[in-house]
Each structure stands twice: as structure tokens, then as C-alpha cells.
């Protein structure tokens, strides 16, 4: 309810640490490097990335780790001027680009931004290639986003 | 699967800013559904609920719900998921044995919080949250492109969906008034506000307050409760990964295994020809189409082609569905409240011919990740 006198106002605000675990501290140390890095299935064979404890098809701990090129495939994408916000809605001045992209030999695809490109040229199976932030410190953030190869 | 009968139902009329206390609501909800059968709160024997601590800006909220829900010095459960999950529960606490009356309710109230905007606490905090891309509207928008890019459907196919179930909510007096829409054309669909794209405002579930409540009992007491209880012949229930990337978002692979699992229970070979209704909880109109295929009621990719209105040769909510009145934690309940009533012949206005045995449906996650189905059976034949 929106009421004036018939609502109290309260902020639920609490700090939490999130533990990685060692294969994702492994992917972000790669990310500080601007390198991908990621684990795969000794049973399956199957690539993920980010890496993951457990396989969810064979339910086995994967162990081996597998460097990823910086190149991939937009696999599926959206845009959208709302702002993504925990706190309220707003829109954005800018209409931001949202895709899944593949990198080349990994099965799972990540939701990262899109850049240097217009709404009306993404196109599913498009080449892309990562943009780094200029001084990547080891966060999911040190990935700026995807552009399309050869400047679409 | 011994037979566990539905013996009453309250939902209380969905309202965008329903001017009561989150209490209140619920209680006109648990307190009807009791009424309904001719119980007393004394005869209940547990207590189930779906609320969920993000949406009440409380932990353990359920522990502020206790008189309002009916579960004052009584046993007493809750889950944070779908109404429709906390209908299983009940169901199995009725089918151990040890308990004879189930009491579940479902409840909450968006106007009170911004849903799209908690529903990004529900990311990987360790990789989504950070990057910050995922909500109801974008995860809407990955699956229904997902979706037409597969099979070639056009949005206004999918905006079709949104047509039949804002009309189909306008014949519902327990639709949410925001979504009975009696005129609405495919272009108004397509030129609503885009959400996030292809996604547009119409096409999409908005959240708005209410609450839902029903009443389980065991084959034995349901028919000493009321002349025609609706059964529960079967129900499964089946996740998969939480990660959109990982998954192919055309298809429901976790929705057409827990379909399998409850028609095996409930017997049924071809849901084509044995099933009269579904109701189902589609958050956006593509979802609607995804989750008919999975059921089995058409090849993949060819949903838009069924024949799903009211008179049609499979109603799909002919309620309006979650379109229709989307109230997280109770609209799974209200999906199984709605077959229940096509099922009695109560559904005025809205009525599907001769409809005996329904399927309802509940979900959780982004791009229903965990789907739950319901065999509905009534004593026609």
C-alpha cells in the first residue's frame, strides 16, 4: 500500500561475503589477466564458463580447468531502456544491449553487455569479441562487454 | 496415487493497491477457503504457506502470518516458492497418514515493493548480480527470442496469447481489473510499452496484490466434507539449472518431465484427448506457448496453432491465466482454484464445456525454471 498514513517506510539493507570457491577465484585472477578461464567435465567433456563445481548432467566435481579465446558467438540477446535495479525503477538515458555470448569451445554462454553497436545489428550466431576494462581488477566487471568483430 | 480431494477455495480479488494489511488479506483468504467447506480452524490439522521473506522485506515471514493464516497453535509449515508448491506439500503431509486437513495459502503484495527490481537479489551473487543484466523483463525477453528464433514465430503470434488471455480475464470477476481487457487487439499489444525487447508491457505478468487459499483433505474425509470434491489423480515436479546460458529457453525441458511424472500417475496416455483444461502460469505470453508444448499438446514450435480459447479444442486458461492476475506466491494456487471451479461447472462466464479433468500448473525461476503440474480429476465421466 502507497497510502500516506497507511504505510511505514523500511530499508532492508546487510552486507554479505559470497564465497567463490577456488574455480571461481581461478576465472577472476584470469580476468585480472584478461584471459578466460574455464573448467570442464572429465566425463561429458562439457566447457563451462564461468567454471562450476559440479557438472549438473554427470553430478561430478570437475576439476580440470581450460583457457577460452576472447572470441565467441552472440547466442541470444535483448535491449531495454529500463535500468537492471534492485533499488527502484528507472530508465536509462542510454538503451542498453544484453546478449549471451558463447565463447569459441564452450558449451554454456554468459549474459553480458553488448557495445559499439547499434540495437538493429545484433544478430543471433554473430561473431564478437571481448572488451576489457582498462585496469581489470580480478571482478566479473573487468569484462566491459562484447562488440561485434569487424565493427557490425 | 490414493486420491486427495480439493474441498475449498477462497481468492481474494486482486487489486493493484488492495488498501488492507498483508494480515488482513490473508486471513480473508485462509478464513474463506474454510468457510467454504463448512470447517473450523480447530479442524485443521496443518497449515502450508508460500510467501517469500524478499517479497514481505522480512525473514522468516511466516512467523508474522501465524493467526491471520490459520495456524495459531497448530502445526505449520511454509515455502518460499509457487503457491502450487505448497500445494504438493499439503498433499504429501495428507498422503503420509498422519494428517487429515491441509490448509495452504499463498500471498503477497508488489504494491508494497518494486518485483522487478527484487527479483535481481534472486541472481548469482557472485557472477549476475555484479554484471547486473537479469530481470524479469530481460529474462523474458532471452526466452521469447529464444523461442520465435528456433521455430520462426512471429511476436504477433505470441501477442496472440496476451489477446486471448486479457479477453479471457474480462469474462473473470477475479481477474485483476488492470488486465480485463475485452477489446484488445493484437496491435495494442505491439504497441504497449516495450519492457525490454521483444518483450512489451502487454504481453507480460505485472504483479498485483492478493492472496489465495484452498483446503486438502483425504479421500475418505473429502467426501464426507462436500457432495463433489475436485481430485488430485497425479503431480510431478522437475528443475533444472538456474543458469539461462546453460539452458535452451525454447523448450521446457523441466516442465515436460514433471508433465510425464504426473500423467503417469494420474493415468493419462494422450493428453490431447484426456485432458478438458489447462491452467497455466505463463510470466510472459511466449511462455504461454512453451510450456502448452511441453505439456504435450502439440509438436514443438506449433503452440500458436492450438486452438486454445474458452470454446476451443484445448482451453488454455480460460481464466486469463497469469496474465490475467499475476500475484506472486498465490497464482499458482489460484491456477489449481480456477481448474477446480471449470471442473465444478462454477466458472460463470468463463465456462469450459463438460470440463472433468484439468491440468494446473505452478513455477519458480527465471524462464520457469522449476515447473510443477497438477492432475485435476472431478467425478464425471
Redesign the interface.
Known amino acids: 500500500m502507497k497510502g500516506e498514513i497507511l504505510t511505514t517506510k523500511g530499508a532492508v539493507r546487510a552486507e554479505f561475503d559470497f564465497w567463490v570457491g577456488l574455480y571461481l577465484d581461478k576465472f577472476l585472477d584470469g580476468l585480472e589477466q584478461k584471459k578466460f578461464i574455464g573448467n570442464k567435465c572429465s566425463k561429458c567433456g562439457k566447457v563451462y564458463i564461468p567454471p562450476r563445481k559440479i557438472c549438473g548432467d554427470c553430478f561430478e566435481h570437475i576439476e580440470e580447468y581450460v583457457d577460452l579465446p576472447d572470441i565467441g558467438v552472440l547466442t541470444n540477446f535483448t535491449f531495454t531502456k529500463w535500468a537492471i535495479s534492485e533499488r527502484r525503477p528507472r530508465q536509462s538515458k542510454n538503451i542498453k544491449m544484453i546478449g549471451l555470448v558463447k565463447l569459441d569451445g564452450a558449451d554454456s554462454a554468459m549474459l553480458l553487455p553488448i557495445l559499439k553497436t547499434e540495437p538493429e545489428n545484433l544478430k543471433i550466431g554473430m561473431k564478437v569479441q571481448v572488451v576489457w576494462s582498462e585496469k581489470p581488477q580480478g571482478q566479473p566487471t573487468d569484462i566491459k562487454g562484447f562488440k561485434p568483430i569487424g565493427g557490425a | 496415487m490414493e486420491k486427495v480431494g480439493i474441498v475449498g477455495y477462497y481468492q481474494v480479488k486482486p487489486e493493484t ?5 498483508r494480515p488482513e488479506m490473508i486471513f480473508y483468504a485462509a478464513r474463506g477457503a474454510l468457510d467454504y467447506a463448512g470447517l473450523k480452524r480447530d479442524d485443521l490439522t496443518t497449515v502450508i504457506s508460500a510467501t517469500n521473506d524478499y517479497y514481505d ?2 525473514t522468516i515471514s511466516n512467523c508474522f502470518t501465524v493467526e491471520a493464516g490459520g495456524a495459531y497453535l497448530k502445526d505449520e509449515s511454509k515455502v518460499e516458492m509457487d503457491g502450487a508448491h505448497a500445494v504438493n506439500y499439503g498433499l504429501m503431509r495428507c498422503l503420509s497418514g498422519h494428517h487429515k486437513l491441509a490448509l495452504v495459502w499463498g500471498a503477497s ?1 508488489p ?2 515493493f ?1 518485483y ?3 527479483r ?2 534472486e541472481n548469482d ?4 548480480r ?6 524479469d ?2 529474462a523474458a ?2 526466452g521469447m ?2 523461442y520465435m ?1 528456433k521455430f520462426g514465430v512471429s511476436v504477433e503470434d505470441i501477442a496472440k496469447v496476451g489477446v486471448k488471455n486479457h479477453k479471457n480475464a474480462a469474462k473473470n470477476p477475479l481477474a485483476w481489473n488492470e488486465a480485463q481487457l475485452p477489446d484488445i487487439t493484437v496491435e495494442d499489444i505491439l504497441n504497449s510499452e ?6 512489451t508491457k502487454l504481453m507480460h505478468a505485472l504483479p498485483c496484490d492478493g492472496a489465495t487459499a484452498l483446503v486438502l483433505a483425504p479421500e475418505g474425509l473429502a467426501k464426507k466434507i462436500i457432495d463433489d470434491p475436485v481430485w488430485i489423480t497425479g503431480v510431478g515436479l522437475c528443475q533444472e ?1 538456474y ?4 539452458r535452451d ?1 525454447s523448450i521446457s525441458v523441466s516442465m515436460e518431465k514433471a508433465a510425464q511424472k504426473a500423467y503417469k500417475l494420474a493415468g493419462i496416455n494422450d493428453p490431447r484427448k484426456d485432458i478438458d483444461v489447462v491452467e497455466l502460469f505463463e510470466h510472459s505470453a511466449y511462455e504461454e506457448l512453451v510450456l502448452a508444448e511441453a505439456l504435450g499438446l502439440c509438436e514443438k514450435g506449433k503452440g500458436s496453432s492450438l486452438s486454445s480459447e474458452i470454446n476451443g479444442e484445448i482451453p488454455i486458461n480460460p481464466s486469463g491465466g497469469n496474465i490475467g492476475a499475476f500475484t506472486p506466491c498465490a497464482t499458482g494456487i489460484t491456477r489449481i482454484i480456477e481448474a477446480v471451479k471449470q471442473i465444478q461447472g462454477e466458472a460463470k462466464g468463463y465456462q469450459v464445456k463438460d470440463a472433468n479433468r484439468a491440468i494446473a500448473h505452478g513455477q519458480i525461476g527465471f524462464c520457469a525454471q522449476n515447473n510443477i503440474v497438477f492432475i485435476l480429476e472431478g467425478g464425471k465421466r
Not at chain 2, 516495450?194 to 518483450?199: A, F, T
Open positions: 493497491d488492495i488498501q488492507m494489511s522485506g522480512k503484495q504494491s508494497t518494486y522487478s527490481c527484487i535481481v537479489l551473487p557472485t557472477f549476475d555484479p554484471i547486473n543484466l537479469l530481470n523483463y530481460t525477453a532471452l527470442r529464444a528464433n516495450m519492457l525490454s525487447n521483444p518483450v539449472t543458469y539461462l546460458g546453460d529457453l
